[in-house]
């Protein structure tokens, strides 16, 4: 049975390790799924196939919902039918996912050795058992709380308070968030200060004056591969070198005066081509 301390820490949103609360847990001879939403009204689980739907028992006054599943133990697939003043929706609960970093990628990340962290930090649109949706993680050691808020749960950071792993490393995997969607991490310090942050792994990010970073999912198709072998076979120690460095953001258009006024502040900056042009002449 899962302790009213642990409860208490999920309705507050303090507790370090939610999925060892929410999520489904094979318990009392069955499977408990357990659910935090703290705008519903009502909780229904919907399991994809096999057995029964069930409405949920709000088990704490703060929004903590228990369906319970006697006839297994095992866990399965199931959405969550949410019912609350703003509507009804259905999603799937990012509290059934294992985590997507191992002890590996810790034991190296301690190390300071692991050479593609970029490849786990940050938001990476990827398949989890199945399933797409994006991964998120973080470093923040001295953080006793990490959630990611977004424009996908209306900026609450209630609802996707992530699990703290090795090193500092705080993480979720959010099932059918993918490319484009708003995102911050959301950080409760050591002393109880709650800040919101973009992501300083993040791939990208809204145009100033607004800074959320953004879910992006790489389609571009390199097309270099002759390039890239014939430079593995050459002596690039004994050949020269040019090195060239442009700030992009350095140049702006020039006084048009039969430009339209704008109010886009995106409209005084140079196309990449327009600034890679002017940095030749």
């Known amino acids: 049975m899962i302790s009213s301390d642990d409860l208490e820490r999920i309705a507050r949103v303090e507790h370090a390790e939610p999925h060892l609360v929410l999520g489904p847990h094979a318990e009392d001879h069955g499977l408990t799924i357990r659910v935090f939403r703290p705008d519903a009204s009502e909780v229904r689980i919907f399991p994809d196939a096999g057995l029964p739907p069930r409405t949920a028992t709000r088990i704490h006054p703060a929004g903590i919902f228990e369906a319970r599943y006697p006839e297994t133990t095992s866990p399965f697939r199931y959405k969550v039918e949410v019912r609350s003043p703003g509507g009804v929706f259905t999603i799937r609960d990012p509290y059934a996912f294992s985590p997507v970093l191992g002890d590996v990628d810790y034991h190296l990340f301690a190390e300071g050795t692991h050479e593609q ?53 705080w993480e979720i995997f959010l099932p059918d968030v993918g490319h484009g969607a708003l995102y911050k991490f959301e950080i409760r310090s050591s002393r109880g200060l709650v800040v919101m942050k973009a ?4 791939s990208a990010m809204e145009l100033r004056p607004n800074n959320a970073s953004k879910v992006y999912e790489r389609s571009y198709v390199f097309t270099d591969d002759a390039w890239i072998d014939a430079r593995a076979k050459s002596d690039r120690v004994a050949r020269p070198v040019s090195i060239y460095e442009v700030h992009l953001g350095s140049w702006k258009h020039a006084h048009r005066p039969d430009a339209a006024p704008s109010t886009d502040p995106a409209a005084s900056f140079m196309t990449y081509r327009e600034q890679v042009g002017r940095a030749h002449v």
């Open 117 to 169: 962290i970029y490849r786990h930090l940050g938001a990476h649109v990827r398949e989890v058992d199945g399933v797409r949706g994006t991964s998120f993680a973080v470093w923040a050691p001295h953080a006793s709380r990490v959630s990611v808020a977004g424009d996908f749960n209306a900026w609450d950071g209630r609802l996707h308070a992530m699990r703290r792993g090795g090193s500092g490393v």
């Open 199 to 202: 992501d300083p792994f993040g």
